[in-house]
């Protein structure tokens, strides 16, 4: 509570009391201190891949591009690190505009069946290298959904492109959609490392990891869930977890139906 307090007087002009006021700032300080974690946050996760550049072009500098092979290594960091950063500043700007609420979204009717396919196509040759098998159930040609495309490709990008992040070589992907109380659910659902319980809900705050170490060499940037999360909700969708650990996840996207009687 923040106390601000006044005196007051009495008809004999003495000082007849104090009122006190008392104002709750528990939502202010807590708006304060996500921001103050937000700055830290962004400040570390670009200061990181700055340090690994910096070293690396000092080392070259330094001789090390005499040797082609060891230059070479290190030409192959400080490019990976570099897009690292233009990852980060990406889903950064995203989020920024999402937050000042200018993404302009053009809701359009979309075929989820289409959609999906679409999306699967481009996570292909991420699944095929990894080994990973991606199954597409069959989803019905009349589910439809008043959906911004960029918007709902970014969502299905992120979720399943976790699900084969996340899933070690020779694991499964499936994809389903289907109709429910009016709503389309689409369901992305793998057999990997799983998501421990006490972690399930923040997962979706911005730079939340679970397992900080591990996933930052995965090349996440620790916003895409929040991203689709943000998206979903000016659709008014949700996003939902169900996830045990070694077994897998699923995550399911709730989107209000379109023409269906
Ligand atoms: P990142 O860029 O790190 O993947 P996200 O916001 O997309 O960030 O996801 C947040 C965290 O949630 C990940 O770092 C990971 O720990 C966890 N996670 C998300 N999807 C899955 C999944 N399908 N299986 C296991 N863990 C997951």
Redesign the pocket.
């Given at each position: 509570y923040k106390i601000d307090y006044a005196p007051f007087m009495n008809d004999q002009n003495e000082i007849g009391g104090v009122i006190l006021v008392f104002k709750n700032v528990t939502e202010q300080y807590k708006i304060e201190k996500m921001q103050k974690e937000f700055v830290a946050n962004v400040s570390h996760e670009l200061k990181t891949p700055i340090t690994t550049i910096k070293s690396y072009a000092e080392t070259l500098i330094d001789g090390a591009i005499e040797e082609p092979s060891i230059a070479k290594e290190f030409l192959g960091v400080i490019n990976s690190e570099s897009d690292r950063m233009s990852r980060l500043v990406s889903d950064l700007l995203k989020l920024s505009r999402m937050d000042y609420e200018q993404t302009n979204w053009t809701k359009e009717k979309l075929n989820v069946n289409e959609m999906v396919m679409d999306v699967c196509r481009k996570l292909r040759i991420v699944a095929k290298n990894k080994k990973i098998k991606m199954h597409i159930e069959s989803i019905s040609e009349n589910l439809n959904i008043l959906f911004d495309r960029d918007g709902f490709e970014q969502i299905m990008l992120?979720i399943a492109g976790?699900?084969v992040?996340?899933t070690p070589s020779d694991g499964n992907v499936w994809i389903d959609a289907f109709e429910n109380n009016k709503d389309v659910v689409i369901s992305i659902k793998?057999d990997?490392?799983?998501?421990p319980k006490e972690d399930q809900t923040r997962?979706f705050d911005r730079f939340?990891?679970?397992?900080k170490a591990r996933?930052r060499q995965m090349g996440?940037?620790?916003?895409?869930?929040?991203i689709a999360k943000q998206i979903a909700e000016a659709h008014d969708s949700t996003i939902i977890v169900n996830?045990e650990v070694q077994k897998g996840?699923e995550?399911k996207i709730i989107i209000p139906g379109f023409e269906i009687i």
């Open positions: 992120n976790n699900a992040k996340y793998d990997g490392i799983g998501i997962i939340y990891r679970v397992d996933t996440g940037t620790g916003l895409g869930l929040s996830s996840t995550i």
